[in-house]
């Protein structure tokens, strides 16, 4: 029984086209992440949504837009690919009541790679 | 300069050794810290965290905070093969749900130190 999921786990794909990654989570967290890690192993994140709201933008091109459906899915949307583009994409989700925001859950990563 | 520090090794050591995984940090808006662990081709999973200065013990695992230095480290005593990971130090400014803004929940990780134990 997977927590966070992603799909696909791997997405190679030239410059210029457009992908989707999903994510799903079964933990009944009502808040969710998208975090990029580039090829140095930093991790950074990009957005979160709370309860289908979007609460964390950071500076992203706006090539990327992430689409909430409902609480349990959280969507990344990448338009125009670049080769910069090429990194390891993790969804993760908590509780926002829970204890600790910091308690986020990650799923097992989507390596993009771009050409 | 980032926000948050952390050594990215990589940091070799023989099974049975005390690990020391350090951070420092320049906001002192940060209050939360916590530890995750990210071992190849796996997300980070999510080992300790700490909230005031001082330690915290779990198991092999030790955290300790100091505030006034800005500065995190986690101990591995009695490290284990399998203790081989990515280990990465990650700080919050606020944990409370009403409290915090656009910036709750916002992680700011570390670069990760790879760490291998070697038999």
């Known amino acids: 029984d997977t927590a966070v999921s992603q799909t696909p786990k791997y997405l190679v794909t030239q410059m210029g086209n457009d992908k989707s990654i999903k994510c799903e989570q079964n933990l009944g967290h009502d808040t969710m992440y998208w975090y990029k890690q580039d090829s140095k192993k930093f991790l950074k994140i990009m957005f979160s949504y709370n309860n289908k709201e979007l609460i964390i933008n950071e500076t992203v091109p706006n090539r990327f837009s992430p689409k909430s459906p409902d609480k349990a899915h959280l969507n990344l949307h990448i338009n125009s690919l670049e080769l910069g583009d090429s990194a390891v994409y993790f969804c993760?989700?908590?509780?926002?009541?829970?204890?600790?925001?910091?308690?986020?859950?990650f799923g097992p990563g989507t390596r993009l790679t771009v050409t | 300069q980032k926000e948050v520090e952390q050594d990215p090794g990589p940091l070799s050591v023989p099974e049975g050794a005390i690990v020391s995984l350090n951070c420092t940090y320049s906001?002192?808006?940060?209050?939360?810290f916590m530890w995750y662990r990210q071992y190849s081709r796996k997300g980070p999973e999510l080992l300790m965290y700490t909230y005031s200065s001082g330690n915290k013990e779990d198991g092999r695992f030790t955290a300790q905070v100091d505030k006034s230095s800005k500065y995190i480290s986690l101990f591995i005593r009695d490290s284990q093969p399998s203790d081989s990971a990515t280990y990465l130090c990650?700080?919050?400014?606020?944990?409370?749900?009403?409290?915090?803004?656009?910036?709750?929940?916002?992680?700011?990780f570390g670069q990760g130190t790879i760490l291998t134990v070697h038999p």
């Open positions: 906001n002192s808006a940060f209050q939360y």
């Open positions: 990650a700080m919050i400014r606020s944990s409370l749900p009403n409290a915090g803004g656009t910036s709750y929940g916002k992680l700011t």
């Open positions: 993760a989700s908590s509780q926002r009541g829970g204890q600790v925001a910091g308690e986020q859950y």
